[in-house]
């Protein structure tokens, strides 16, 4: 029975289905084989496959997941039913080595059909076509029955979602809505049945699984976790198109599909391979690679497909939800965020291809996302809508290393960086050197990795701003930078290691911070990390000295320490003790150990607890180092090639112990995590470009020449320490400067003698990172200095004294914090 509204025939066969509104939403595998959309900014869809199907489809914007998944189901309605992702054995391949249309070729277990299968989008439409070519044994194909069955998981989840069947044009196809997008679902011959049901209950899956034909050919189901049903007629379309098409109503939606099916299929895939051919990768790094440049090729332009097209230049970390099978619709986010250190990586990879282009529009969105007080949040929607809300200064520090790079390669066009530079750097003379998080996400305090790209902006930007006119704010970042780099080893190493009995002096994860620093927890042991991501009945709560991880050579890769540094050689050799996995592939490295982010130890998701797995990415890392140790890296670039899945995706984590059949993990192979991590992509196209070049890639000129040199060779020695409000300091040496700042205009009032006399100090303002004093020691000065501060602007008095303890060298330990004193 069919009923017109006035706009559409609705078809209404059996009614409506039973069993609403069905199981909790989940979404599909991590795992994904490919990640696609057209090269033209006109398509604005994408979507993702694995185990030879279509999974999530992103719309308007790549942030923006709208389905769970599609599958092609096959029964003779006798003796077989047949699953697209479980009953086939597949291969699959690109269609162009240089474009992003994938092939699966999937042959039945029992080998009597052939289900070749191509996905591309339409490169002028919100458009995802399949095309399909079924061959094989006549008799099979003459009875043989082909059902697409699709789950739309419309506005951000699989709840509340609702689709009916239609006539449009003659063609009968189905149409799903939820808020205010649409879903049109069909296929170029048209569906000669079709049905929507409650997952779980009335869906085509259970529909076919149980009778082992379509029994069920209900008309909609509303308001639920759904899943929709056609039926192709194999007897009469050996070949055929699958079209599922979205738009902001439902018009939309038809309108662009019925408009993609119009064109054959041939022409939509030569346009799209066309369209990708002018995105060819660099040949000159694909000459440093050992598979002849197919992955480059593949991570060039996967990195390329996570930029949106609405908000150009917005990069997303990974178009995946690490373990979305197990997450439901609470898990908003996954991996579909911006997160601007990934996203940087993704710019810088870019510049390491030529594409000035494309890093220039990644700074340009930057920019526009910026905070006001020169911060970004820890990740963000596209339209820069914060997600969580940590504070972590490498993703400040990062995009000023990213407008410096610009600057340098003559790449900024008509973009006025100095602004953008001036407000990013004093949020990091704000919080500095104390973050909330580090690049793991989880701990706050001194990080060896964020120093390194704290340090390296804070240089990046002295460099701007004295170019732009700016000396004292350029000489005043400098500064800031040198105090930092001063006391790095004091703040993020220990020497009294118990990783290693031979290596007691080594860096750290990151130290936890003391008493009256930033971001301190009162309710966590003195020197005590805690780990949130530990098992039930784990322990949780170490020592900083007995966690570490490999950032610190972060700080040879920008230029902060020299590759050769005794402490940086010792440090690896923990490193490598506690975090090394030789895979059957290569070396690779855990994050830290002790973590407990990654697959459990019996194979199972990781839901708030685990086991930490080893990162292809910390492969690259090693990489980067051993090159600017002036070694042969040939075998770790082999390695990350091997890391990568069957269509080219660099995981986040693989498996790194023996086989688990069982549970899909294989040692050295994709974990459950995201796949493709995209900064992994980064990392290894910055990796070839540091092996054709014969030097780091990432290495900051204005960086090494400063720090990278004997300390005696230097030009300049730090003596000073700085003292804020918020992290106050309780000695310095003699001979030093002591240097209040402050983000307001204010005064200061102290003695050397105890208030025997006094002396007053009127701070100068340097823009946007605030004001400063400098009180100057003598070489033979101790004794103490004892101060306190006067804003004028808001006429109010600090209310009582600070001290600073003016010592010989070297400092005594615990002296970094201290409590105001009356």
């Known amino acids: 029975m069919s009923v017109f509204d006035g706009t559409y025939h609705w078809l209404d066969d059996d009614g409506p289905a039973f069993g609403g509104p069905g199981l909790e939403p989940r979404w599909t595998s991590s795992q994904k084989d490919a990640v696609s959309t057209a090269y033209a900014a006109s398509s604005r869809i994408w979507f993702t496959a694995s185990h030879g199907t279509l999974n999530e489809i992103y719309y308007p914007t790549i942030d923006r997941p709208q389905t769970r998944d599609m599958e092609l189901l096959f029964t003779d309605e006798e003796t077989f039913f047949h699953e697209d992702k479980r009953d086939f054995n597949y291969d699959f391949h690109y269609v162009d080595d240089d474009a992003l249309a994938v092939r699966v070729v999937a042959t039945d277990i029992g080998g009597r059909y052939t289900v070749t299968k191509e996905f591309i989008t339409d490169p002028h439409h919100p458009v995802v076509l399949m095309h399909v070519k079924i061959e094989g044994d006549e008799a099979i194909l003459s009875r043989l029955k082909c059902y697409a069955l699709l789950a739309p998981h419309l506005d951000g989840g699989g709840a509340g979602n609702s689709a009916r069947s239609l006539d449009i044009a003659g063609k009968r196809c189905i149409l799903a809505w939820k808020n205010n997008i649409s879903l ?11 049905s929507s049901g409650y997952v779980g209950t009335s869906d085509g899956y259970q529909d076919l699984c149980s009778h082992m034909h379509m029994a069920w050919s209900f008309g909609q189901a509303l308001d639920g976790n759904i899943a929709m049903m056609g039926e192709i007629d194999v007897a009469k379309n050996r070949e055929f198109t699958i079209a599922i098409s979205l738009g902001d109503g439902h018009h939309s ?15 939509h895939l030569q346009r799209f391979i066309a369209q990708w051919h002018r995105a060819e990768s660099p040949k000159r790094l694909a000459k440093a690679a050992t598979d002849g440049g197919k992955l480059l090729r593949i991570s060039h332009n996967v990195i390329l497909t996570h930029e949106d097209k609405t908000y150009s230049g917005a990069f997303i970390a990974s178009a995946s939800i690490p373990w979305g099978a197990s997450k439901s619709d609470s898990d908003l986010g996954g991996y579909h965020l911006v997160w601007t250190r990934d996203m940087v990586q993704s710019a810088t990879a870019m510049l390491a291809c030529g ?16 905070h006001p007080d020169g911060g970004f949040a820890q990740n963000f929607w596209i339209d820069g809508t914060p997600y969580w809300q940590g504070i972590q200064l490498d993703e400040v520090a990062f995009p000023i290393i990213l407008a410096w790079r610009l600057w340098k390669a003559d790449g900024l066009g008509n973009f006025d960086i100095f602004p953008f530079v001036v407000n990013a750097s004093a949020f990091l003379v704000r919080y500095a050197p104390v973050t909330q998080q580090e690049r793991w996400e989880e701990n706050a305090g001194y990080s060896p990795s964020t120093l390194a790209a704290v340090i390296s902006a804070l240089v990046c930007a002295a460099d701007i701003c004295i170019a732009h006119g700016s000396e004292e704010l350029g000489k005043f970042l400098e500064d800031y930078a040198d105090w930092i780099e001063a006391h790095l080893d004091e703040w993020t190493t220990t020497n009294r290691g118990m990783l290693l009995p031979d290596v007691p002096y080594h860096y750290m994860r990151i130290r936890p911070p003391a008493e009256g620093e930033p971001f301190h927890n009162p309710q966590i042991p003195p020197g005590t990390l805690h780990l949130s991501n530990r098992g039930p009945g784990e322990k949780f709560a170490f020592e900083a000295r007995e966690l570490i991880d490999g950032g610190f050579l972060e700080l040879v890769r920008y230029g902060v320490r020299r590759a050769d540094d005794p402490l940086i050689i010792d440090s690896l050799k923990v490193v490598d003790a506690v975090l090394k996995i030789d895979t059957p592939y290569g070396p690779c490295w855990r994050r830290y150990n002790h973590d407990g982010y990654g697959q459990r130890k019996d194979g199972g998701p990781y839901l708030g607890w685990g086991q930490g797995r080893a990162w292809p990415i910390l492969t690259g890392e090693r990489a980067h180092y051993e090159l600017a140790a002036g070694k042969d890296v040939t075998s770790f670039v082999t390695a990350l090639e091997q890391f990568s899945s069957v269509g080219g ?17 294989y040692f050295g192979r994709s ?13 290894y196209v910055k990796l070839l470009r540091s092996v054709a070049d014969g030097k780091v890639f990432d290495r900051i000129s204005v960086v090494e020449e400063r720090y990278a040199v004997p300390k005696e060779k230097r030009t300049f020695q730090s003596r000073m320490e700085i003292f804020q409000t918020g992290r106050p300091i309780s000695a310095m040496v003699q001979g030093g400067t002591l240097r209040i700042l402050d983000p307001e205009r204010f005064r200061v009032v102290y003695t050397t003698d105890n208030w025997a006399t006094k002396s007053t100090l009127d701070s100068r303002v340097v823009g946007r990172p605030g004001s400063f004093i400098d009180i100057q020691t003598a070489h033979d000065e101790t004794g103490s200095i004892l ?16 001290e600073v303890a003016v010592h010989e060298e070297p400092l005594p330990q615990g002296t970094a914090a201290t409590k105001p004193k009356s």
């Open 671 to 683: 974990a459950g995590s995201a796949q493709p991590l995209v900064w992994a992509h980064a990392e």
């Open 649 to 665: 995706m660099l995981p986040e984590q693989v498996w790194d112990y023996a086989d688990l059949p069982s549970e899909g993990m």
């Open 787 to 802: 101060f306190t501060i006067y804003w004028p602007e808001s006429d109010r008095w600090l209310g009582h004294n600070y």
């Open 253 to 267: 939606a038809l309108a662009s599909m019925m408009q993609t099916l119009a064109t054959p299929y041939a022409e």
């Open 184 to 194: 049109a679902f069909g296929a170029d011959c048209g569906f000669t049945r079709s």
């Open 355 to 370: 594409r000035i282009d494309t890093a220039l529009r990644a700074l340009v969105y930057l920019a526009c996302t910026q």
